[in-house]
């Protein structure tokens, strides 16, 4: 079982549902597998309880990171994991931001931010919409939501669009390989 595929209405753009965290993870852990060596900045927008901080879980067991050690960085701002040397990965790390407690880009650039935005990290930004301009322009923004919420239900909602030949390029091997798992 995997995620629902919607038709696509362009090669930039991938719409998915998950049915729980277990397959929301599963879909992360296949985006990670789709990452290249040039990294990519991930912008993750959504309400609370939407799903991203279980997104960027998968997305580290993807990369072969300890999950229990990925946490929301609510109140330090971003966390980083350094991704096991083998090679491919030398030097290379996660990074996971979380913007939804900083009030004034002033203190985003006083934090030491523009250190994670550098080639070849991942960079996985929660709540970005609250500073789309200090960001370049090529990134995988993914919008979630919980449309069930008042019901009950754990189906969450993605909408991924990307910007930049990168970003592109990672969103259509992410297709194919969601493709492979989905219904």
Not at 31 to 41: D, N, Q, R, T, V
Not at 60 to 72: H, I, P, T, W
Not at 93 to 114: N, P, T
Not at 123 to 137: K, Q
């Amino acid at each position: 079982m995997g995620v629902a595929l919607s038709e696509s209405v362009s090669n930039r753009s991938l719409s998915f549902t998950s049915k729980g965290v277990e397959e929301t993870e599963s879909a992360a852990a296949a985006l990670a597998k789709s990452i290249g060596p040039a990294g990519l900045l991930v912008c993750l927008d959504g309400p609370l309880g939407s799903g991203k901080t279980a997104f960027v879980r998968g997305l580290a067991r993807g990369l072969g990171l300890d999950v229990e050690q990925v946490a929301s960085p609510t109140f330090v701002i971003a966390n980083e994991y350094r991704l096991a040397a083998d090679g491919e990965s030398e030097g290379r790390c996660l990074v996971h931001a979380d913007l939804y407690r900083v009030e004034h880009e002033e203190r985003l650039w006083a934090s030491g931010f523009e250190d994670y935005l550098g080639p070849e990290r991942i960079l996985v930004v929660e709540w970005a919409n609250r500073f789309p301009g200090v960001f370049p322009s090529s990134q995988l923004h993914i919008q979630l939501d919980r449309p069930g919420e008042a019901q009950g239900l754990e189906v969450r909602c993605f909408e991924a669009r990307a910007e930049g030949e990168n970003a592109e390029g990672v969103l259509a091997v992410w297709r194919e390989a969601l493709s492979g798992t989905a219904d």
